[in-house]
């Protein structure tokens, strides 16, 4: 077994606390994102687990055995690095067998070892080659290459992908999914990149300011955020949302503070008469032919096989991601209305979902 318990563990620098208290179950074989804006606390998290860090409070466990005091060459897990910490005087071959030599494996075993990993990731052409001579997606499949050589019981990975430009992170994300697919290792893999954390993982663990914000799967997470910083976060574009009061018992509608009532189909038990905060999906805003809101077009940009627009809804920019073709213009005033079976309802003191 080489699952991961993350229990209650804390990390100060003196005075300043970072991690307040992170709880975290990661089975065996799951590939778990830690996922957060800058500053949050999720390479430092990290950085614990693979015991680069030290642990000012709780507990890490790798497959059942507490490794809080123990050195990282003694924790079985492997990390590739942002910047892909290559030696630029060995091949390819040599920096994917170094840490096997360092633990005086055989040169048959190390050799049989490397050649394998060197198939899974298509590096035999490279093998002879130096850090120099490749490009950046070839660095970094040489990074994982040297972690899947050790068999470790977990995989960390701390902004793999974040060098790379657009178009090879997407292959590289694909790369990394199949390579957990064929090997089933525990997978623990840090990431700014939201579409990074929906794209991959089995597991999202959301984190702000060294707090946890929700754990769960990626549409999970997507579908049901437990709070307004959770539904911001996951979604390109993001959540739009709009502050007002919840009125019409039976036949509910959300009043703005200009008084322009947008109308509901349904809204949560007990918010009649309260203040929320209304989450709309980009992708749940249309075209509404009668009894809708007027919106003004600010910005259109086309991206092909949609269409994002920028709208203005009474001092209030919504973007709006649209599938069908339509002949818009800047300044156009429009009736939408919202997918309200879709909606999402905060309480605006707490910032909770309302159920």
Known sequence: MSGLTINNVRKSYGAVNIIHGVDVEISDGEFVILVGPSGCGKSTLLRMIAGLEDITGGQISIGGRVVNDLPPKDR???MVFQNYALYPQMTVAQNMGFALQLAGAKRTEIDQKVGDAAKILG????????PAQLSGGQRQRV?????IVRDPKVFLFDEPL?????????KMRAEIKAL???????IVYVTHDQIEAMTMADKIVVLQGGKVEQVGSPLE???RPKNVFVAGFLGSPAMNFLEGKVTGGTSPALVLATGTRIELSSAPGQSDGRDVVLGIRPEDISFAPEGGVTATVNVIEPTGSETHVALDLEGKELTWVMRERAALMPGQKIQISFKTPSLHFFDKTSQQRLS
């Open 123 to 130: 590096l035999q052409p490279l093998l002879d080659r130096k």
């Open 162 to 170: 974040s060098n790379l430009d657009a178009k090879l992170r997407v």
């Open 180 to 186: 957990h697919q064929r090997l089933k290792t525990t």
């Open 221 to 223: 997470l997507y579908d």
């Open 76 to 78: 079985d897990i492997a």
């Open 143 to 147: 990074a994982m290459g040297r972690a």
